[in-house]
T-cell receptor
Framework: SQQGEEDPQALSIQEGENATMNCSYK?????LQWYRQNSGRGLVHLIL?????REKHSGRLRVTLDTSKKSSSLLITASRAADTASYFC????????????FGKGITLSVRP | GAVVSQHPSWVICKSGTSVKIECRSL??????MFWYRQFPKQSLMLMAT?????????EQGVEKDKFLINHASLTLSTLTVTSAHPEDSSFYIC??????????????FGQGTRLTVV
């Protein structure tokens, strides 16, 4: 069953602005991951945050994790038109043997 | 980074025929691979877990006789859609964790296969 729920479901911003996407989940996790998917393509791993971490950075990406609220956020700073894509959170649930559970996804449009 | 190659990237077939999709890990061994199905503008739905040397594990509601999975080697898993019908038209994606499954790892995804059954 899908447990990752992202919001908003669609986000449109101007190039240069920051984009914030949120994800909530329901179970206990080993880690939470964010993926990006360009239209009609496979998924590309962006960043992984472990259950004992609260914040992680990678380039223009910043991810936070609040296990007490079972939520995560992905911040993309100084967005570019090339960031236009769908973004999914995925949880690696405890006991799921690396079987990821994906959220419904957020469609991000960055206007040039 | 690790590469997972999926082939073909798209296929059109006639109703009633079977289609085979390959998923290869190019620079690492994958004892486990996952097969997903994705409908337009929707999330990924896990279909089955492919296990090298043993039978695949199917998710609830997925017909194992319809979607045959064979994990022939440590670098290759295949998904065969048998007697395909138009409702099987979808985007199929495979993935593989780079490390053994008892480690929490990121997954590497294939490019996906767009199947259209006419």
């Amino acid at each position: 069953s899908q447990q990752g729920e992202e919001d908003p479901q669609a986000l449109s911003i101007q190039e240069g602005e920051n984009a914030t996407m949120n994800c909530s989940y329901k179970t206990s996790i080993n880690n939470l991951q964010w993926y990006r998917q360009n239209s009609g393509r496979g998924l590309v791993h962006l960043i992984l945050i472990r259950s004992n971490e609260r914040e992680k950075h990678s380039g223009r990406l910043r991810v936070t994790l609040d296990t007490s609220k079972k939520s995560s956020s992905l911040l993309i700073t100084a967005s570019r038109a090339a960031d236009t894509a769908s973004y999914f959170c995925a949880t690696d649930d405890i006991g799921a043997n690396s079987k990821l559970t994906f959220g419904k996804g957020i469609t991000l449009s960055v206007r040039p | 980074g690790a590469v997972v190659s999926q082939h073909p990237s798209w296929v059109i077939c006639k109703s009633g025929t079977s289609v085979k999709i390959e998923c290869r890990s190019l620079d690492f061994q994958a004892t486990t691979m996952f097969w997903y199905r994705q409908f337009p503008k929707q999330s990924l739905m896990l279909m089955a877990t492919s296990n090298e040397g043993s039978k695949a594990t199917y998710e609830q509601g997925v017909e194992k006789d319809k979607f045959l999975i064979n994990h022939a080697s440590l670098t290759l898993s295949t998904l065969t859609v048998t007697s395909a019908h138009p409702e099987d038209s979808s985007f199929y994606i495979c993935s593989a964790p780079k490390l053994p499954s008892f480690f929490s790892t990121e997954a590497f995804f294939g490019q996906g296969t767009r199947l259209t059954v006419v």
